[in-house]
């Protein structure tokens, strides 16, 4: 008896431990579609090989801008304008080093 009273106890709570398991079970991650952001009027990175952006606020104003790099080493800044549109942002620039010239890391 003692046998059988431990195998329903036990049959119960793995029934409601998989009953509790399943109810948290994680809903489906849904994305939005991918939007093409640009940097003035051309895309950000076009004609360069494997561009990576970065955000990260380069002046300070508290908006996040984009650092792009590229296979090369080349590095430009497209700084986001102001107002309600994240996706606005200014034509990319070159980032400079102190001494004026172009920041390059070179790759090959």
């Known amino acids: 008896m003692n046998s059988l009273i431990r195998s329903l106890a036990h049959s119960l709570t793995f029934t409601i431990l998989a009953a509790s398991v ?15 952001l640009k940097s003035g009027d051309a895309f950000m990175g076009g004609g360069r090989l494997y561009p990576s952006p970065v ?28 107002g309600k549109d994240p996706r606005a942002f200014a034509a990319e620039t070159e980032l400079m080093a102190a001494d004026g010239k172009r920041l390059d890391f070179h790759n090959w």
């Not at 606020?57 to 800044?77: A, E, S």
């Open 22 to 36: 399943q109810a948290q079970a994680p809903k489906e991650t849904k994305f939005a579609p991918p939007v093409r």
């Open 55 to 82: 955000f990260k606020d380069m002046n300070g104003d508290g908006l996040p801008d984009v650092v792009i790099g590229d296979l090369f080493g080349r590095i430009t800044v497209s700084l986001r304008l102001p």
